[in-house]
């Protein structure tokens, strides 16, 4: 998960930033600090983090494993929290890390690096990256910015800020590569949260019929808002889950593929695929879609990493990892079999109300053995 507020256009104190769609949301510092800083503020959730065996081994493992970039370098940590990654930077041999965090957690970093004596090496700034200033130019940009479904949280606008403003042309991002995949999945979950919202439903009918008859008032003019709200939230938002490999029961595809050196906080604001899979399990149950990310540590072509380290958050039997993966369900499921395509179209963008927050449609068609196209289904989520 993310530490970081959004970069690009906006500033950790306010500002307006682009929805994608031609309009502005304007980005309140105090708003934005109570819905997403203050959590990465507490030792708590960073334990959280620094438990995720996954997590750390591939950020240790790219560290010490391409002390060449290191060695003798200066480092920028953007969103250090804990100061971990600041830490490493300094055990590899970097001459000056700088290490940015945007909440009081600063104050445990700056302990912390004092504790493992590296003070001489490492610089925690308290502040936002957006607002901060280096005395120099750095050679390593190091970052977990990492949201769920990978974008969620917007923090990666801030890395590519700090890219843009302090990056030597020769300098290396780690990670320097992320990909986003979607496949489709089994999973009892969608029954599930279907018998919730119709037993909300027909709690709802009661306490309708129970109004009118005791007090007096019909009620019923509600029905179909509350419907769509109790819908919204029992059915169409994605769900946090560590889905077991065989719960994946079609080829995973890729829906976005990110050059971390490169990209542009434009690039990222919406991301629209049209992607297909093949069904691989006989005679089974479609009932929604799984997003996951990875991110690998490559280097830069002029200067590749002598051992490239990759970090998964796919379906695992043992390595999962906190972000899980998003599960998209859809209602109701529908039977499928190997050999079955399904295409889909995904667009996700961010919310109007909440640059942190996304907006997912989803349409798919599956093509059955015959060859014929069953009729297009559409979907809407929201990965809150």
């Not at 072509?301 to 039997?317: K, Y």
């Not at 499921?333 to 989803?362: A, W």
Request: glycine share 8%.
């Amino acid at each position: 998960m993310s530490r970081r507020a959004n970069g690009g256009t906006t500033t950790a104190g306010g500002g307006s930033t682009s929805t994608g769609n031609g309009t502005a949301t304007t980005v309140d510092k105090g708003v934005d600090f109570a819905n997403y800083f203050c959590t990465y503020a507490f030792l708590y959730h960073q334990k959280e983090m620094l438990s995720d065996r996954v997590r750390m081994d591939a950020y240790y493992n790219s560290v010490f494993s391409n002390k060449h970039h290191f060695v003798g370098k200066t480092v920028l940590d953007v969103g250090t929290g804990s100061g971990i990654l600041a830490i490493w930077s300094a055990q590899a041999g970097a001459k000056k890390v700088y290490a940015v965090e945007a909440t009081k957690m600063a104050e445990h970093a700056r302990e912390l690096v004092k504790a493992n004596n590296l003070q001489d090496v490492v610089e925690v700034i308290e502040g936002s990256i957006e607002d901060i200033t280096l005395p120099e130019k750095v050679d390593v940009i190091i970052s977990e910015w990492m949201g769920y479904f990978l974008l969620r949280e917007s923090m990666f606008d801030s890395v590519i800020c700090a890219r843009d403003r302090w990056l030597k042309p020769t300098g290396v991002m780690y990670p320097s590569h992320a990909r986003m995949w979607l496949a489709p999945i089994r999973s009892g979950l969608a029954d599930h949260k279907m018998s919730d919202y119709e037993g909300c439903m027909d709690d709802w009918h009661g306490f309708v019929t129970e109004t009118k008859s005791y007090y007096g008032v019909d009620m019923s003019v509600l029905t179909k808002p509350f419907s769509e709200e109790q819908k919204k939230y029992y059915l169409q938002n994605s769900l946090w889950n560590n889905l077991h490999p065989n719960q994946v029961v079609g080829t995973p595809a890729i829906l976005k593929e990110i050059d971390c050196l490169t990209v542009t906080v434009e690039d990222i604001l919406k991301v629209e695929a049209t992607v297909s899979s093949t069904i691989i399990k006989e005679d089974t149950r479609l009932c929604g879609f799984g997003g996951w990310f990875d991110v690998h540590f490559k280097g830069r072509n002029e200067n590749p990493a002598e051992c490239e380290v990759e970090l998964t958050t796919a379906p695992s039997v043992d390595d999962g990892t906190h972000w899980g993966q998003q599960v998209f369900l859809l209602h109701p499921p529908v039977r499928v079999t190997e050999g079955n395509e399904i295409l889909v179209n995904f667009s996700m963008s961010r919310s109007e109300e909440n640059h942190r927050l996304m907006n997912v449609d989803l349409a798919y068609e599956i093509k059955v053995s015959s060859g014929k196209m069953l009729p297009p289904v559409r979907n809407k989520f929201y990965i809150e």
